[in-house]
């Protein structure tokens, strides 16, 4: 049985001192982490690999120390960069992801621009497959935005927002087949 899935982080520490790609998980998050083993394939993951960032390598250790397997991390997989702005309060964040989504060939207030983050995400999700036996069961940990990006090449459809996560720490499970054929298999979120 081969699958793959990717599961974003859930909730984190928000600590405006402290740049976001260092922010780990919070004790709900931590709990909510640990679910993913209630599920019934969970068992099944032979390798997990995580974006280098700390929340999402929370998440991948949540899961992968439990089946005593190691975590491999990758630098291509992390969150669109958004240090131009750092922190922004919730309803701040919420406009500009808005805009980063819809207007993917554009730069946001110095963000990354969606394009350049959809094409980093894929690239590095492949980079990993090609190294692993087609027969491997994989997690990837990692992120809502680019984990919704990786999601609209997955389906072969424009990048949007309106195939975001509706809540961190959801996951969807996709075959590998769909990144390079276009398959355009329909995909959605699952809330751990």
């Not at 394939?41 to 995580?50: E, Q």
């Not at 808005?98 to 690239?123: C, K, L």
Request: with cysteine.
């Amino acid at each position: 049985m081969s699958f793959c899935i990717y599961l974003t982080h859930p909730e984190v520490n928000i600590d405006e001192a402290v740049p976001v790609p260092e922010w780990g998980l919070s004790e709900v998050g931590r709990e909510r982490a640990a679910k993913f083993l209630d599920l019934p394939f969970a068992r099944d993951i032979k390798r997990v690999i995580s974006s280098a960032e700390k929340k999402a390598v929370d998440t991948a250790h949540a899961i992968a120390d439990p089946l005593k397997i190691p975590v491999l991390t990758l630098q291509p997989l992390h969150e669109n960069d958004r240090s131009a702005t750092g922190y922004l309060p919730p309803e701040e964040f919420d406009k500009v992801a808005d805009e980063f989504f819809s207007d993917p060939y554009t730069s946001v207030r110095g963000w990354e621009r969606a394009f350049d983050a959809q094409m980093r995400i894929v690239s590095g999700v492949q980079a990993a497959l090609v190294r692993i036996p087609p027969d491997t069961p994989i997690l990837f940990a990692g992120h809502g935005g680019v984990g919704t990006l990786l999601m609209c090449h997955l389906m072969n459809t424009p990048i949007s927002r309106e195939h975001d996560q509706k809540r961190a720490g959801s996951w969807f499970q996709f075959d590998r087949k769909d990144l390079t054929e276009k398959a355009a298999s329909k995909l959605s979120w699952t809330e751990l």
